[in-house]
């Protein structure tokens, strides 16, 4: 095959230009300029596309073991190539969490392994804590013996101080990645969607911007202290951002995503769509949406992560109070 005029994006090699691609079989075997078609070849013209490596998302949920209802690996990684998408690093709330090597193992796929349906590259990140209770410190080095790439209570925010604290200061002696949750359950209390002027007209319960932003400044203080490396999973506000440009210019090792929902859409999105907007962290303002864009643009921002979360159609029919939490029902969506 002959992928012909794209453009090729390729940031590790530096790579941007226009180029010609030939594969053969499941190999790149020749990039160049004007590359001539060799006979019984088939040809891609390419003119005004992209050709790039394959994507990696850092922030997925898989749902296997224990939610296979919702999706499972093999049909979470054939979405995800689908898309683009040959990487993925998937969250450990599932049931059981993947808080021991056994467990985690299981989903821990380095190479994409077609013949037992997994597609795509897995790399597991690892609980913080027992079960995510927030409770119990685990063993970290076991796990990421056993594959993880970082350590996160993601879906649930360690709310002991204490814990957190003992937690950063474990994963900085490794020299290891803390992703933070970031959201206080009493500030958001039975919230559906963003604390504001729409929840107000639609007479929703709302989850304030505080409830994400007074854990962020948290953990960042509590990663000062350590030294630790931490992530900011989902950032939704504004004053999220600014908590994380204050911490990195007093030194902090301090890191942050976006989703590309919260950057398109804001909590108007609910007075359209109900339940299918209900989201965590929810949507917010055109404010905040506009203020994470123009942190993208600055380069303040160091990587866009899908938060994918599919829920089985059940889940996310009904009133937005009972709703699950995404989307979509529809499993696999790329």
């Given at each position: 095959m ?63 073991p224990?939610?296979?209802a919702?999706?499972?690996?093999a049909t ?40 037992r349906?997994?597609h ?21 080095a ?54 504001g ?59 942050c995503?976006?989703?590309p ?5 804001t ?43 599919p829920h089985?159609d059940e889940?996310?029919r009904?009133?937005i ?14």
């Open positions: 002959l992928v012909r005029g794209g453009r090729i994006v390729d940031p590790r090699h530096r790579v941007d230009a226009l180029r010609d691609i030939r594969l053969q079989g499941d190999r790149i075997a020749e990039i160049g300029e004007h590359l001539r078609l060799h006979p019984g070849e088939e040809i891609v013209e390419a003119a005004g596309w992209v050709v790039a490596p394959g994507f990696i998302d850092a922030h997925v949920h898989l749902r296997e224990g939610f296979e919702k999706e499972t690996l979470g990684t054939a979405a995800a190539v689908r898309g683009g998408f040959t990487a993925l690093c998937a969250m450990p709330n599932t049931e059981p969490a993947l808080d021991t090597a056994e467990v985690l193992a299981r989903v821990s796929f380095p190479q994409a392994s077609p013949e349906g997994i795509a590259r897995i790399y597991p990140i690892g609980a913080m804590t027992r079960a995510r209770a927030g409770h119990e410190l685990l063993d970290y076991s796990l990421l013996a056993a594959g993880a790439v970082a350590f996160s209570d993601d879906g649930s925010t360690v709310a002991d101080a204490r814990v957190m604290r003992e937690v950063l200061g474990a994963l900085a002696a490794l020299d290891r990645v803390a992703i933070a949750h970031a959201e206080d359950a009493g500030i958001k209390a039975d919230g559906v969607m963003n604390d002027i729409v929840s107000r007209r639609l007479g929703l319960p709302g989850s304030p911007a505080s409830a994400e932003e007074s854990i962020v400044a948290r953990d960042i203080v509590l990663a000062l202290e350590t030294h630790a490396r931490l992530h900011v999973a989902h950032v939704s506000t504004s004053r999220s951002l600014e908590l994380v440009a204050w911490a990195r210019e007093r030194g902090g090792r301090v890191t995503e976006v989703t929902h919260h950057l398109l859409l909590d108007e999105a609910v007075e359209e769509s109900g339940a299918g907007a209900k989201v965590n962290p929810p949507l917010r303002t055109a404010a905040d949406a506009r203020a994470l864009r123009d942190a993208v643009r600055r380069g303040a921002v160091e990587f866009f992560a899908s938060d994918h979360a089985t889940e996310k009904g009133d109070a009972h709703a699950a939490v995404g989307f979509s029902g529809r499993r696999s969506i790329s």
